[in-house]
């Protein structure tokens, strides 16, 4: 019984004994920014979509990093009208999962293929856009950059999501990310790697 009692005096003595939680990761938006580009083989323009994301892992490893790091992309593009009608908005969504990503700066790059930009007449940068991203499993907190600068206040970033991701769905699989495109093996310094999972 006494040496219960030191035990027990010992542990409340010294409350840093008892581990604390670890910190979270951080996996911010810095910017994003898109771009008319052609394949190094020739071909029509597609419009590329760069998200810079700032990397903080939480501490505790020689080279710790953030594992399975999802970004979902939502863009929408505010396009002329048919036959001088009003104009119209059109919806694109896709997400990616990177393996982890290092301290840092890291991009993830999404496309849009020749045939629609000509089909909707896409010329220029989206009028919204948002990105939500995900780490092991849990909701990072969205921060400010993660979406585009008329969606200031919170409420307008939930109407954007609850709007136009439904919307979204009716151009399913035509924004493509980075590895599905010819430009897989573009940038291979700064592209991360993704979690590929094939129909078995």
């Known amino acids: 019984m006494l040496r219960l009692a030191r035990v027990l005096a010992c542990t409340l003595a010294f409350p840093w004994a008892t581990a604390a939680p670890a910190p979270a990761p951080s996996v911010e938006v810095v910017n994003l920014r898109t771009n008319q580009v052609r394949p190094s083989n020739g071909g029509p323009a597609w419009l590329e979509t760069t998200l810079s994301l700032n990397v903080r892992p939480p501490g ?3 080279a710790p990093v953030v594992a399975a790091v999802r970004v979902a992309l939502l863009l929408a593009f ?9 104009r119209r908005t059109q919806a694109y969504a896709a997400a990616v999962e990177c393996v982890a990503l290092e301290p840092g700066r890291a991009e993830v790059r999404f496309y849009l293929p020749p045939e629609i930009l000509k089909r909707d007449q896409i010329r220029g940068d989206p009028k919204f856009w948002g990105v939500e991203l995900i780490a092991g499993g849990e909701a990072l907190p969205a921060a400010r950059t993660a979406y585009s600068a008329n969606l200031g206040p919170p409420a307008a970033r939930t109407e954007f999501q609850r709007r136009w991701a439904p919307a979204a769905a009716a151009n399913d699989g035509i924004l493509q990310p980075q590895h599905l ?5 573009e940038y291979p310094r700064s592209t991360p790697s ?3 999972r094939e129909p078995r």
């Open 181 to 185: 495109t010819p430009f897989a093996l």
């Open 78 to 86: 505010e396009l002329p009208g048919s036959a001088g009608g009003p």
């Open 60 to 62: 505790g490893g020689p």
């Open 194 to 196: 993704v979690v590929r």
